[in-house]
């Protein structure tokens, strides 16, 4: 699955829907049938409402596979309007009336950090119980300041029938596995750590949910979960190692995921801009160029 990037147009910084919708062809060749919009890699703080709904329903409308859409924010009304919204019906380009949204994807809450598992619980429950909508969670305690623990990602799971699984965006390989274990029969993906995904994967983790740097490879991203869910396990680590080679240009460059994705896609998604909304910075022309030039042919 990958976590789309947004394309801002660089005078104006509106959503560039020409350069959405060549990104969403280009991801759909590669191999990607599954995608997450107005995630972290999406930018979705700086986005309003508004153009975080338009973002889904352009999604809806291109994308022939599975379309995740965030519904976070800090508000509870504010996210109970995005889950209204992706429950609606729009008119697509492949198959007719279909839901914005085919699951939504929830954040704790944050700005108040460290706020008690009881806390974080009603908060989940006051917004998932009102919708029918396959859902899933999204631990990433670095952006939120609050954890789903285990116990609590227990405690929901058990009033929200419809819960699917959890994302976990986390520094370590064992702060993600715990969740897989405690719920076996849900789905956890692996976020954050993408040069990990197939190590995730041999842990028993459902996938991982890749960033923007793996989506400018989608067809390596494919191929790693491809071939180890066919026993190819010598096939997969060569693509991920190819992954990790391409991680490693954006790190020797000190660049971050977002910033760096929305350079390297300008290789291959021709017009595809590389602004950033603040407060992240674009990377500088002459990085994007040594980025670029690493691009794995």
Known sequence: ????????????????????????????????????????????????????????????????GKVVVGVSSTAVADCLELIEHAATQVTTANKGQQTVADAVLLLPPYYFATVPDAG????????????????????????????ISTESYKKVAKQLPHLRGIKCTVAAMSDATPYKDAMPHLQAYLGGIEGQALDGLQKGLDGVIAGGMCAVLPHLVAKVDEEFRKGNLTEA???QDTLNKWAAARDSLKLMDVGAGKAAMSKVVPGFPAKVRPALVEVPSELQSKLVSQYPE
């Open 120 to 147: 974080i619980e009603n908060f989940i429950l006051a917004v998932l119980k009102m919708t029918k909508l396959p859902s899933y969670l999204y631990n990433y305690s670095v952006h939120t300041g609050n954890v």
């Open 237 to 239: 680590r060569a693509a």
């Open 1 to 64: 699955m990958v976590a789309l990037l947004m394309p801002f147009k660089p005078d104006s910084l509106n959503i560039d829907d020409a350069s959405f919708t060549k990104y969403l062809e280009h991801l759909w060749q590669g191999g990607i049938k599954n995608v997450v919009v107005n995630g972290s890699t999406g930018e979705f703080p700086s986005m309003t409402l508004a153009e975080r709904k338009h973002a889904a329903e352009l999604c809806r409308a291109h994308w022939p």
